[in-house]
């Protein structure tokens, strides 16, 4: 397999620092305890982390219902347009348990490397990765657990660059950013939003 070196720098490095120098002690204090909370959850088992994750998501959607966030309404209109479900307290059902997965993606963020330690995801052609000599571009959706992406990243033993949106969260962002950057690879950070340009 090739070898590549490693970035000699750029843009993608200056964003990178930026982002990584993010100082916590700006955030308020609920974004603080939000992430030390977070972090907590990676010293816990796999299956404890995922439930923790799914039973937070119901409660977020559970209060955003009774809040009737714009997000729910537009939940709402997807699930009774596409997937014809006409009933409201179907759709309600199916709705929360859409965020407790969310919910359980989003803790999940803390325990990837021993989801793939554990061998709990499973690789189909991954001869087409052994045989990869030359650079690639790797797309990825969000949908099940889109971060373990990153496994298959590693697996190809190169640096990366991980073009991203980052969210409206800065602490699901940092989360994300030191989940990934938990990858045995050097991985170089680019936000794909206008603003890191300016």
Known sequence: MSSYPPSQGGIADDVDKAMKDHDIKSW???EIIEYRFARLLSYLPVDVVSDIGAFLGK???KKAISAKRLWIGRLHNNLEE???LNDPVIRKKHLIQF???LGRVYAEFMVQQKIVEQERIAFQGKEILDAIDHPVIIASCHLSN???IGSIAAELKRPTCDLYLPPESRVRERLA???RDRWPIPITFVPASS???K
Request: net charge negative; hydrophobic share 50%.
């Open 99 to 101: 965020v407790a997965n």
């Open 177 to 179: 950013l030191e989940a």
């Open 195 to 197: 603003y890191c340009y």
């Open 82 to 84: 596409y997937c014809q």
């Open 59 to 61: 409660l977020h959607a």
């Open 146 to 148: 889109w971060e373990l």
């Open 28 to 30: 308020r204090v609920a």
